[in-house]
Every structure is written in C-alpha cells, then in structure tokens.
C-alpha cells in the first residue's frame, strides 16, 4: 500500500495518458449526468462524482462494432476477409468496485467458457484499470447485498482509497506496481492500512443511511428463482409493467448478449457488425418458422432476472449476476429495476401488501 497525495494524481494520469487513452467519469455539460467517457480534457476526471449514469462495458464491448470486413469475387469464387485491428490501449480511472465486478463477469461470460472471444480478448489485453473505493454509497446502490462493493478486492491495477486529502494506493498488477514505482509513492505504514478497513467499514455502515432508494432481499430471492417457487402471477404483474426497451440490459454492467449482423457496402464489401441484443425484445428468441418459445413479455422478464440471481448463474460467473448499481431501476420507465422486482418476490414470500 502506498500514499498517492492528490497534488500528484494529474501526475499519475498524464502517465497513463501517455500510454493509453483515458476514460473516466466525467459531469456532462449539457445534461450535467456523470457518464464514463473518453476524458481527452484529463481535468474533466471527477474521482468524486456519483456513479456514472453509463457502465463502462462499453469499452471491452463495445455498443456498435465492425469485427471484420469481407468480400466475395465472384469471378474467382473466392472470398477476402480483413480482420480489423484499430484497437488502442485503454486505461479505465475512477471504476466503482460495481463496474469492475461487471468487468470480471463479462471476463468469465467472454473468455472462461468453453471459447474464447477474440475481439473481447483483444480489448481486454490493452487496458489498464484504475479502480475507486466508495466511501459513501449512493442512493440507489445495494452492491453490499450482492458482494460487490463498496471496495474491489481483484481485477484492478491499481486501486485508490480517498481518506479525506489523499489517496491510498494498492497495487494489484505488475503493470500497477511498475508505475506506482516510476512515480516513487511513499509506501503506507501498517497505520495506514488500518485507516483505509476503517473508511470501508464506515462505508458499509452507511448504507441505510444513505442507500434510501433500494432495500434488497437478494439471497431470498435468489432461493426462490432458483427453485422456480414464484407464482406465474407474479411474472404476469412484472410483464405487464415492461415496455420492451431494452433499458435494463444496456445499463446493465454484466449483461452480454449480442447480435451479428451483415451490412453489405456501397464499395462491394461486405461489414460484419456486433451489435449489443437484449433479452427484453421480443425478436430476441425468434427461430426460423416465426416461432417464439419466449413470446409472452413475462416470459421473457423472469428469464432477465434468473440471469441475474439465480444459483445456476452464480456458478458461471462465481458470484450473482447482478452486481447492485442499482442503474436498471433508475432507467425502467415501468418500474421494474432489479430492487423493485426483489420487493415483489418478498411481497409473495411474506404477504405483504404493495400498498
């Protein structure tokens, strides 16, 4: 562990900006949302703003992405692939332990299967992960109910502790101890290191004075979607509050489904494009033939949420898909963020009324 005082973090970031380019979260000038962006001003970097109203998955997985090109000469019968490689080297500052947490499940989703996503692992070796405890949450966050918060305990190069003036550092990589190194941080003393388990277990204890918004029964729903002990009614009730938008997933930090594409080209190529799918639209699981086994939209809404808690899912990515930012209730226009659906599955469980 070492000090990092905060008249030399511009220093640690025009470092990395040497090598990467640089994301962090930033307020936005017109709408005045914090959002995760690419930070060409680095002064715009606001370690101390409230979650990003983005995760940052866009960057490892991306939104819209040509993967390749290819085109058919008919004359030869042959055909030309050009494998597209304008990936830089990124370096992600000011990750919530939320979004790192996302980040490792999308690391297991993409590369610890049984095959390995090429393009994904290609943004993943050229990144550089600064990550930042929480030591308030924010009102919408549960990320104690889901072990994902408010401090990151891997995945991170560096990882910074704010305690007031400076920052703590710890170094979680070869490429974070080498800078941290290169800048000559002065290294904690055990005090220190007392000081940061200090400012996370106050974090913890704040919750319930700060985390108004969300109160989750995780591990009791969890039980419930796992074991398939949630009356149809339920679904029905949160399918008929859901407009298909696709919100939830694309704010979601660990959702990963996508959808390939063909565009043919004004020039005679040929673009093949990842584009982010979600399981909320109805198209999602139409087969040839028009069929549709997920065609009534709570069908499609218990399916969301099994991904997210159920106990099969946790074995995949080793811990719930679901990572507590609380960002799919804030963007439901129906109501039916993550927390609010926990509450309905509780509702069930203890009879309590909704009123």
């Known amino acids: 562990m070492y000090w990092l005082t905060k008249e030399q973090l511009p220093l640690l970031v025009q470092k990395l900006a040497e090598e990467y380019k640089i994301f962090g979260p930033r307020h936005d000038r017109v709408s005045g949302e914090v959002i995760f962006d690419h930070l060409p001003d680095l002064s715009e970097l606001d370690l101390q703003a409230a979650i990003p109203y983005n995760p940052p998955k866009f960057i490892l997985f991306p939104h819209y992405e040509e993967i390749l090109k290819y085109r058919y000469q008919p004359e030869t ?26 980040l490792l499940c999308l690391d297991r ?17 050229k990144l550089f992960i600064v990550s930042n405890t ?30 007031g003036r400076d ?57 419930r979607l796992t074991t398939g002990f949630i009356k149809p009614e339920v679904w029905e009730y949160i399918g008929n509050q859901c407009f298909e938008c696709g919100a939830c997933s694309f704010v979601c930090p660990t959702c990963s489904c996508f ?14 494009l990842r584009t982010w799918d979600s399981c909320s639209f109805e198209g ?46 804030r963007v439901c226009p129906g109501d039916i963020g993550l927390p609010n659906v926990v509450t309905y599955i509780r509702r069930e469980i203890t009879g309590e009324s909704g009123e």
């Not at 989703?109 to 943004?123: G, I, K, N, S």
Request: hydrophobic share 35%; proline share 4%; aromatic share 10%.
């Open 284 to 329: 999602y699981t139409k087969m040839a033939g028009d069929h549709n086994p997920r065609k009534p939209v709570e069908d499609r809404r218990n399916k969301r949420f099994f991904c997210k808690l159920s106990y099969s899912q946790s074995k995949k990515y080793l811990r719930p898909g679901c990572v507590g930012c609380g960002r799919c209730a």
């Open 109 to 125: 989703f993409f590369l610890d299967q049984e095959y390995v996503d090429e393009f994904y692992l290609a943004h993943r070796k």
């Open 167 to 223: 920052y703590l550092v710890e170094a979680g990589s070869k490429k974070g101890q080498a800078l941290v190194e290169e800048l000559n941080l002065v290294e904690a003393d055990p005090e220190s290191l007392n000081l940061r388990k200090q400012i996370i277990d106050d974090s913890v204890s704040s919750f319930d004075r700060f985390a108004l918004e969300n109160k989750a029964w995780i591990s009791r729903a969890t039980n």
């Open 259 to 272: 959808n390939i594409e063909d565009a043919n080209l004004a020039s005679g190529e040929t673009s093949r």
């Open 77 to 102: 019968k042959k055909v030309r692939i050009e494998q597209l490689n304008l990936l830089e080297p990124k370096a992600l500052i000011g990750l919530r332990s939320c979004d790192l947490t996302g």
């Open 134 to 163: 929480c030591i308030r949450p924010f009102p919408q966050c549960f990320c104690v109910c889901t072990d994902s918060g408010p401090a990151a305990r891997e995945g991170f190069d560096l990882d910074l502790t704010f305690t």
